[in-house]
């Protein structure tokens, strides 16, 4: 069964950093793409940044541009989201998710409808 797992939220400052992970389980990551998304509270869930198979990213939020980066390590089956200069409005739960069969799991795809695999999240907070 493929299960992914994120981890690494906290409260941080404004201007801090985080690194979250999203760890796979029931399947090996280096043939998938890894969509991170965000959802503040009372707002709709957005797509943030992909991962391709082979390593190239997609950003889907101007926001983040500049702070937040994406990587994996397919050697701990992990992809990260590394977040610098954080911002009160960067504040929500971070799900990682991908698409579990088909052509289409290797390559970043904007939107979530087509992915089927979802962690639980993890919480992210920036405030003073």
């Known amino acids: 069964q493929l299960q992914l797992v994120e981890s690494g939220g906290a409260l941080v400052q404004p201007g801090g950093s985080l690194r979250l992970s999203c760890e796979a389980s029931?399947?090996?990551?280096?043939?998938?793409?890894i969509t991170w998304f965000r959802q503040a509270p009372g707002k709709e869930r957005e797509g943030v940044l992909c991962i391709g198979f082979s390593g190239d990213s997609t950003r889907y939020v101007d926001s983040v541009k500049g702070r937040f980066t994406i990587s994996r390590d397919n050697a701990k089956n992990t992809v990260y989201l590394q977040m610098n200069s954080l911002k009160p409005e960067d504040t929500g739960v971070y799900y990682c998710?991908?698409?579990?069969?088909?052509?289409?799991?290797?390559?970043?795809?904007?939107?979530?409808?087509?992915?089927?695999?979802w962690g639980q999240g993890t919480l992210v907070t920036v405030s003073s």
């Open positions: 998710a991908a698409r579990s069969s088909g052509v289409l799991r290797r390559v970043c795809v904007r939107g979530g409808d087509t992915l089927d695999t």
């Open positions: 029931g399947f090996t990551l280096d043939n998938y793409a």
